[in-house]
Structures are given as C-alpha cells and as structure tokens.
C-alpha cells in the first residue's frame, strides 16, 4: 500500500515458461496478488526469435510449434492452479515473438502494476553474450519487475 493507504498493486502480470525457475515465481506473484487482492495475468510468450534458422536448419515444424503452444498452457495452467488454491483469479494469455518484447508490450498496453518472472541465473561470459529475457525486462521495464532466482 502507498501513503494514502490505497493498494499499489492491481494487476500483476506472472510471465512464465514452466521452468523450475518460473515456478518458484508464480509462488511470489500468486502470494502478493492474494495479499492485495489483485489480478492476475499467467503471460505465456512463444518464442519465435530463432524459428527462421531453425525451420532451415532443424526442420521446425508446426508439431514443433504446437508442441510449444502445449507447453505454455501448461505453464500457464499451473499458475491457475495455485491461484485457484490462494483465492486468486488467474487469466491466461498467450503471445508469440520476442518474449522480452511481448512481456514489455503487453504489460504497457495493459496497465500492469507489477511484473513477476523468474530467472535461470545465467552470469558471466554467457549471460553477456545472449542477455536474458528476464535481465532485458528489467532493464526496459517502465512498472516494477520482481525477479526470482
């Protein structure tokens, strides 16, 4: 709550892959949503940053990309779940591109107040050389972004 008394948080956004990581996440988001009474939106973004080599290279396929699609309503339903366990209403919503990007996007064309999202802790050399979507949220973000390793 701010100092007037009113809650800060009305929308929170839990971006989410389904990893380990993104798990613990929703654990947080589910937490503070129940806590302020705010809704929640489980954002699933299926990455199509490389699907143009990969279609040449590895063959991607559309049983590939349903594959992903499956996986983020899984992703996504898991953060319904706990929210259903909390008391707190859950509405999926699935987006394909950049996932940086469309996190940014969607939580600026939706009034977000929070963004929650888990990282996979990658550092040095490697975390220079890709940057992570989570590190590039943060970064570009214009609402508060709470990472959980």
């Known amino acids: 709550m701010d100092k007037t008394g009113e809650n800060r948080f009305k929308k929170i956004l839990i971006a989410t892959d389904g990893s380990e990581n993104a798990e613990k996440a929703v654990s947080y988001g589910i937490e503070i949503a129940r806590a302020t009474g705010a809704e929640v939106y489980a954002l699933h973004v299926i990455s199509t940053e490389h699907a143009g080599t990969a279609r040449t290279v ?29 008391g707190v209403k859950v509405e999926s919503v699935y987006l394909r591109g950049s996932p940086a990007e469309k996190i940014l996007e969607y939580a600026e064309g939706s009034n977000i107040d929070l963004i929650v999202m888990g990282t996979q802790g990658i550092t040095g ?3 220079f050389l890709i940057g992570s979507v989570a590190e590039n949220v943060l ?6 972004v709470m990472i959980v390793r």
């Open 58 to 86: 590895m063959g991607w396929t559309e049983a590939f990309e349903e594959y992903l699609a499956d996986k983020g309503e899984v992703a996504t339903g898991h953060v319904a779940n706990v929210g259903k366990e909390a």
């Open 125 to 127: 050399v490697k975390r």
């Open 139 to 144: 970064r570009h973000s214009k609402v508060p």
